[in-house]
């Protein structure tokens, strides 16, 4: 890909200003909108935040396609040549009720392998950001490769989808054979805390393409394997039930538990 410098360098404008209409919104009255059900929110900063990147990547990069969750490309059915893949806000229940743990996501795939991955805590003023082979970074400084922690030794993410449904026990086993679950409600920083180690893995029950694409070009750079349940490879053309973990807390789960695949 060209210009990745300048790409790099525009893209983190970009970010610190979608950043600053998020906290900017606090002041104001968000208008709210159910899109699925009462607990699948999208906001008018959801949809300003998005409409801000496709304006800025249609200026810079005219005629690159791009992917966003409120409403942008969502009929592409092919990730040839250079695709963005943006999440205006990923916790937008976090956001809405609790003005915290939200994050903004964006990356850039070429030909259907990552590239760039973008992360942004915007409560934290913390920017995770990857090029593909050339490590992962927290605030311009270089994140080590993960410490290789069994499940056991760990705490993991385990979406609340997973965790409430009845049916499944098998979540709730992979819980207790780990020290311990937490639920933080936005894909994006479940998946930095696990690059980071705080967490030795992540499951996610249903994660769209913009869930998923910064954060696997982030947990790859630092020795993190994220796969579908099923064994298989991402697709980010859909939804996918979702692994992401060390090395040996993938195997033991894959090994030892039955998750819907
Ligand atoms: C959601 C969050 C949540 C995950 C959902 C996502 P959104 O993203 O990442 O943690 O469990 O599957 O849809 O809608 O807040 O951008
Ligand atoms: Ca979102
Ligand atoms: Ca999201």
């Given at each position: 890909m060209?210009?990745?410098d300048?790409r790099?360098?525009?893209?983190?404008?970009?970010?610190s200003?979608?950043?600053e209409?998020s906290?900017?919104?606090?002041e104001n009255?968000?208008?709210?909108?159910?899109?699925t059900?009462?607990?699948?929110?999208?906001?008018?900063?959801?949809?300003?935040i998005?409409r801000f990147?496709?304006?800025?990547?249609?200026?810079?990069?005219?005629g690159e396609?791009?992917?966003?969750?409120?409403?942008?490309?969502?009929?592409?059915t092919?990730?040839?040549?250079?695709?963005?893949?943006?999440?205006?806000?990923?916790?937008?229940?976090?956001?809405v009720?609790?003005?915290?743990?939200?994050?903004?996501?964006?990356?850039?795939y070429?030909?259907?392998?990552?590239?760039?991955?973008?992360?942004y805590d915007?409560m934290?003023?913390?920017?995770?950001f990857?090029?593909?082979?050339?490590?992962?970074?927290l605030n311009?400084?270089?994140?080590?490769n993960?410490e290789?922690?069994p499940?056991?030794?760990?705490?993991?993410?385990i979406s609340?989808?997973?965790?409430?449904?009845e049916t499944?026990?098998?979540a709730?086993?992979?819980?207790?054979?780990?020290?311990?679950?937490?639920?933080i409600?936005?894909?994006?920083l479940?998946t930095?805390h696990?690059v980071?180690?705080?967490?030795?893995?992540?499951?996610?029950?249903s994660?769209?393409?913009?869930?998923?694409?910064?954060?696997?070009?982030?947990?790859?750079?630092?020795?993190?394997v994220?796969t579908?349940?099923?064994?298989?490879k991402?697709?980010?053309?859909k939804?996918?039930?979702?692994?992401?973990?060390?090395?040996?807390?993938?195997?033991?789960?894959?090994?030892?538990?039955?998750?819907?695949?």
């Amino acid at each position: 890909m060209n210009q990745l410098d300048k790409r790099n360098q525009l893209i983190k404008e970009w970010i610190s200003e979608a950043a600053e209409i998020s906290k900017a919104s606090f002041e104001n009255e968000l208008v709210i909108h159910e899109k699925t059900n009462r607990t699948d929110l999208v906001t008018n900063i959801d949809k300003e935040i998005e409409r801000f990147f496709i304006e800025k990547i249609e200026t810079f990069f005219p005629g690159e396609r791009i992917l966003g969750e409120e409403g942008s490309g969502h009929q592409m059915t092919d990730l040839e040549g250079i695709v963005w893949i943006i999440d205006p806000i990923d916790g937008t229940l976090n956001f809405v009720k609790q003005q915290n743990d939200f994050a903004i996501m964006i990356s850039i795939y070429e030909d259907g392998v990552g590239q760039l991955g973008y992360i942004y805590d915007v409560m934290q003023d913390a920017l995770y950001f990857a090029t593909k082979g050339q490590g992962a970074y927290l605030n311009g400084r270089r994140l080590k490769n993960v410490e290789d922690t069994p499940l056991n030794q760990g705490l993991i993410a385990i979406s609340h989808r997973l965790m409430a449904d009845e049916t499944n026990e098998e979540a709730r086993k992979i819980g207790r054979a780990s020290s311990g679950v937490r639920m933080i409600g936005s894909a994006g920083l479940e998946t930095v805390h696990v690059v980071t180690g705080r967490l030795v893995g992540y499951l996610g029950a249903s994660l769209a393409p913009w869930d998923i694409a910064a954060g696997k070009i982030i947990a790859e750079e630092v020795g993190l394997v994220y796969t579908q349940l099923n064994g298989k490879k991402i697709d980010l053309l859909k939804h996918n039930a979702t692994i992401l973990a060390t090395p040996r807390a993938y195997n033991e789960i894959m090994k030892n538990y039955h998750l819907e695949r």
